[in-house]
């Protein structure tokens, strides 16, 4: 029964996989960016100890730190996300309208990320965040109404 559940809420699983792909290209764009960085300001990697990040970020381009501050976004709000996410597709109700939504947030955070590495607009940045929190907003709320009237 439960397998058949998921079955029927999986069309809003392919957004969350899309999002965890998207953060492991940020993660590699950030290394990417970053290590060469830290070649040419002649960081030794191997002898900082119990940095907390804002020693080597005084050291970077801050075009460089964006693409870090961007992988940190990525593991806050997202989570949430994940988890509405799964629990819709555990409830049945991962398909239509929910996972349309769910393809709308992971396009408003991967252009969320994409002005953020570059341009870094953060006005641009502040809308398009503000418009993946409504529809995160309502992922919750739609999943909440089904859970607290089905009593689960």
Not at 68 to 83: C, G, K, M
Not at 87 to 98: H, S, W
Request: overall charge positive; cysteine-free; charged content about 10%.
């Amino acid at each position: 029964m439960q397998a058949q559940i998921l079955m029927d809420g999986k069309h809003i699983v392919q957004p969350v996989l899309a999002l965890m792909i998207w953060t492991m290209i940020m993660w590699s764009w950030m290394y990417a960016t970053r290590i060469p960085a830290m070649q040419k300001a002649e960081i030794d990697g191997t002898k900082l100890v119990g940095s907390n990040g804002a020693s080597l970020r005084a050291q970077l381009p801050d075009t460089v730190n964006w693409k870090a501050d961007n992988y940190n976004h990525l593991h806050e709000q997202p989570t949430l996300f994940y988890a509405v996410a799964l629990v819709l597709a555990y409830i049945g109700q991962g398909e239509g309208m929910n996972a349309f939504l769910a393809w709308i947030y992971v396009g408003l955070r991967v252009a969320h990320s994409v002005v953020q590495v570059t341009a870094n607009r953060v006005l641009v940045r502040f809308v398009l965040f503000a418009l993946s929190s409504l529809v995160l907003t309502v992922l919750i709320y739609n999943a909440a109404v089904v859970v607290f009237a089905a009593g689960f």
